[in-house]
């Protein structure tokens, strides 16, 4: 008997069965691959999720893979040129995009030093109940048998096509349409910041990773996947050409050192985050599109709120594990509603004069900047930048 069984070993598993392992809990942790591995990803951890690193004592071993700081931002769009660096979470101002070979492998060993016991290439079938329906336990596949395993909590941490939400009947609270599709690759020996370049119908990026590689990325609206992915190569080198000029005349001569990745399933919704016995925690419950990168960090959120709402509980009445389930959903969505707002909005790949306006008034005042790359990181909402100063700027 586990106190709890965690579904998933990336960036939203690990940690939570970590969190819960230091907290004096028994964890099971399941997943599907070996570690290290790779997953489709744009592997920026903003600054709140920095931070969260730091406090888990796990920044160092991020720092000692070779993971180049993120210290400074630039964004373009129109004739608007940013360029600047957050505030930061308790004196992290850096992000970081370590591979995801790199980052999940060191929450999987935090974890499994924590206490947690992990089984990898281990497939999850179903999901235990008891006379009432409250999910007590998984069955599944390890080492070529069958088994069950026992929990007085299951958690789903394994992705946006969560098998554990499908198991629990988690229903979408909101959904909204794909709006974008992704293709990115990895190129050596090319400088770069956190470079963001917007164009109507565009939007490219670029990101420093491990081993001297950047990460470009390119987005594209929905209605042009067939036609992007007919030809990804001509049309992702051409997105790159056309919205970020100077970035693609860096690349000119340079090996891009793995094949061109990308989908066109980028879906964004809320499910139902917790029920009797069961909770989700990062893309299993809630997922956006990757343009601004939320992801990871938004998954440590989770890993914690959900961690620290349960407390002692997890031994306790069922009753007051269950209430503080739902308190943790309440938690999640407050916090993390205007994110997805935000990324609809960024996801719709247009510019209107208005936003241009703001913007032009926060490049002419460094302070209005920093508090603009805030607003990125996820730092401040959006209404921490309508100052005093910015309204006398407009």
């Known amino acids: 008997m586990f106190d709890a069984i965690v579904v998933g070993a990336r960036c939203a598993g690990s940690p939570t069965a970590m969190l819960l392992a230091r907290a004096g809990y028994r964890v099971l942790m399941l997943d599907r691959a ?7 990803s744009t592997h920026l951890v903003h600054q709140p999720g920095v931070a969260a690193l730091a406090r888990w004592g796990l920044l160092d071993r991020v720092r000692a893979s070779g993971c180049p700081p993120l210290d400074q931002a630039v964004y373009e769009v129109a004739d608007i040129r940013l360029e600047g660096c957050s505030r930061g979470v308790e004196g992290q101002r850096c992000g ?3 591979r995801r070979h ?12 924590s206490g947690v016991e992990f089984r990898p290439h281990c497939s999850v079938s179903g999901l235990l109940r008891d006379g009432s329906g409250r ?7 390890y080492g070529g048998s069958r088994f069950t395993e026992h929990a007085r909590l299951v958690i789903g941490a394994d992705g946006m096509r969560s098998r554990v939400a499908e198991h629990c009947g988690a229903e979408y609270t909101s959904r909204k349409p794909r709006l974008t599709c992704a293709y990115y690759a990895y190129w050596a020996g090319v400088p770069a910041d956190l470079e963001l370049y917007e164009r109507p119908r565009s939007w490219v990026a670029a990101v420093p990773t491990n081993d001297d590689a950047t990460l470009v990325l390119t987005y594209f609206p929905q209605d042009r996947f067939e036609e992007v992915r007919a030809d990804a190569q001509s049309a992702y080198l051409a997105q790159v050409r056309d919205g970020a000029p100077a970035l693609y005349e860096r690349l000119r001569g340079k090996e891009r050192v793995e094949r061109l990745r990308g989908t066109g399933d980028q879906q964004n919704f809320f499910r139902q985050a917790a029920g009797p016995g069961w909770a989700l925690v990062g893309d299993a419950g809630h997922h956006k599109d990757s343009i601004t990168a939320r ?6 959120f989770q890993a914690e709120s959900l961690t620290r709402h349960i407390g002692d509980r997890l031994g306790g009445e069922p009753a007051l594990l269950d209430a503080a389930l739902r308190s943790y959903e309440q938690e999640r969505d407050a916090q993390l509603t205007e994110g997805f707002e935000a ?8 510019t209107h004069e208005k936003r241009l306006a703001l913007l032009r008034a926060v490049q002419a005042d460094p302070e209005l900047t920093t508090t603009y790359f805030d607003i990125v990181a996820g730092i401040k909402s959006v209404t ?3 100052t005093p100063r910015l309204l006398a700027l407009l």
Do not use: N, R
């Not at 070996?34 to 489709?40: A, G, N, R």
């Not at 992801?295 to 440590?300: C, M, Q, R, T, Y």
């Not at 990324?343 to 247009?350: H, M, P, V, Y």
């Open 384 to 386: 921490d930048l309508y």
């Open 96 to 98: 970081y995009a370590p």
């Open 102 to 113: 790199v980052l999940d492998a060191i929450l999987v060993d935090g974890a499994v030093e």
């Open 34 to 40: 070996e570690f290290p591995s790779d997953t489709l």
């Open 135 to 141: 999910v007590t336990g998984v069955e599944g596949t």
């Open 295 to 300: 992801g990871i960090s938004d998954a440590f």
């Open 343 to 350: 990324t609809l909005s960024a996801a719709q790949l247009e």
